[in-house]
């Protein structure tokens, strides 16, 4: 047996230093596009967060079983089933938030995030770690996904969670409001702010240059 | 063999799968252990998502009824409440044997819907269905507002949308778009309020009785018109087009008329 990690770090790994978004760079599409407002931010955190957990447990439990040869088409059949299914939830409570994430929730399903942690996670380990491990990363997931979506909503609206704080210059305060914030870009910024903070803590996580400025070679051919 | 060094039954078990027949047995009871799942939280939830969807139409007409100036204290002094009637758009009566109840049943029969032909179809709608539920409020026996809801072909896909007409039946109240599918940021921007008050005031025909709305291109700059926006060309036609379709002769024109007329 392989010697199996203790929860707690299998937990806390994926938190900061294997944080599955700064360090293996999964799952951005979704972090870009819902993070203009703490609230949608924490809901997709919350969905994605319960979807991975569930489906690795799933793909967990029957892993010794899954054919090798469908096994893709497994894992995703089972992602895609939870999706719809919190989909579903989101639009009968949650109909306004549901709104504002549009076609994102529907998204995870191709999230390589959770396909990544069931693939290379959940298939190799029984179903208790793996859905920590899952959880684990959900939650590396969801805090990026917060520390974006406040500093966007912050910076672009100067609210947090719908409530003003930073009194705007149109209502006698002193704060303008940064349009760019609401922008993708922006999220492009903050994200790379981000990867740089966290590798400047784990100078292990700096990746070789993989091209280096051409020294005047000979033309080619 | 390498294979014995493993843990045994693991491989016992990694043996038959990649048999074809635990191939095809595993996919398939996959997929119909996910079909179930999918299939009963849809039935469970639709009831919930009915429900919020009409609540939600609910309160966009509270909202347009409420953002129209006086419309407040008219609601007040008349009670506090509109009418609801289920009208025959063919006649421009309220019809007799449907009503908001079995509006939605009624509205399943194909029959109860009219074809409607290229020259009639501003709206790119195909078809329209006989009968319609609007919102009156009346004042001292005359109608003094109606909502109507509206549909037609926007950019992205249809447009939902309720007008309210003052009670000459030429100027508008208000708008609220209720479902559209235009593009985020462009035609997007039609659900959006400061849009939608470029609205209130503007008339619907000249003195000739001439259908003259429009959206514009810039800025309105008749009082015919509502202001364009930019990068929504499409949008744009496609509000004109609904506008003038359901406030025309094929949409609820017989209804304005008998309206005017003090019928109603």
Not at chain 1, 1 to 17: G, K, N
Not at chain 2, 13 to 36: D, G, M, Q, Y
Not at chain 2, 191 to 203: N, R
Request: aromatic residues 6%.
């Amino acid at each position: 047996m392989p010697q199996v990690p203790s929860y707690w770090s299998t937990l806390t790994t994926p938190l900061i230093r294997q944080n599955p978004v700064t360090l293996q760079i999964l799952g951005i599409c979704s972090a870009l596009a819902v993070t203009t407002s703490l609230v949608t931010a924490l809901t997709m955190s919350v969905s994605l967060t319960v979807v991975l957990t569930l489906a690795a447990g799933l793909v967990s439990v029957i892993r010794r079983h899954i054919p090798d040869t469908i096994r893709l088409i497994v894992q995703i059949v089972i992602v895609a089933s939870l999706v719809i299914v919190i989909d579903q939830i989101l639009q009968a409570y949650f109909a306004e938030i549901s709104r504002a994430l549009s076609v994102y929730v529907g998204l995870i399903t191709t999230n390589c995030l959770v396909l990544g942690r069931t693939e290379a996670y959940a298939r190799h380990h029984p179903p208790l770690p793996a859905m920590v491990d899952a959880f684990g990363n959900g939650l590396g997931y969801s805090l990026i996904l917060i520390v974006i979506g406040g500093l966007r909503e912050l910076l672009g609206k100067g609210q947090l969670l719908g409530a003003q704080v930073l009194p705007l210059a149109d209502a006698g305060g002193w704060f303008t409001p940064l349009s760019l914030m609401l922008l993708a870009p922006s999220a492009f910024f903050l994200l790379g702010l981000l990867v740089w903070a966290v590798r400047s803590l784990y100078p292990a996580q700096i990746e070789q240059p993989e091209y280096a400025p051409a020294q005047l070679k000979s033309p080619a051919e | 063999m390498a294979g014995r060094e493993w843990n045994p039954w693991r491989r016992l078990l990694a043996l038959p799968n990649e048999s074809r027949a635990k191939t095809v047995i595993i996919a398939f009871l996959v997929s119909a252990v996910c079909a179930a799942l999918v299939s009963s939280a849809t039935v469970v939830l639709r009831p919930i998502q009915t429900a919020n969807r009409a609540a939600e139409e609910q309160a966009r007409i509270a909202a347009l009824v409420q953002g129209i100036p006086g419309m407040a204290t008219l609601l007040e002094q008349s009670g506090g409440t509109l009418s609801t009637v289920v009208i025959n758009l063919e006649t421009g009566r309220a019809a007799t044997a449907v009503t908001p109840a079995n509006l939605e049943a009624t509205l399943r029969d194909q029959t109860n819907w009219t074809e409607l032909d290229a020259a009639q179809d501003l709206a790119g709608l195909g078809q329209r269905p006989d009968f319609a539920q609007v919102f009156l409020l009346r004042e001292n026996d005359r109608v003094s507002l109606v909502l109507l809801p509206i549909s037609g072909q926007g950019y992205g896909g249809r447009i939902d949308a309720i007008i309210a007409l003052h009670g000459d039946m030429n100027t508008i109240a208000g708008i609220a778009v209720t479902q559209h599918a235009e593009t985020p940021g462009l035609g997007g921007r039609i659900q959006e309020a400061s849009w939608q008050g470029t609205f209130p005031g503007t008339a619907l025909r000249d003195e000739n009785g001439d259908m003259r709305f429009e959206m514009a291109r810039g800025p309105a700059s008749t009082a015919y018109e509502v202001d364009g926006i930019t990068g929504a060309t499409r949008t744009g036609r496609g509000v004109t087009q609904m506008v003038r379709f359901w406030l025309g002769p094929d949409g609820y024109g017989p209804l304005l008329d008998a309206i005017q007329r003090r019928e109603f």
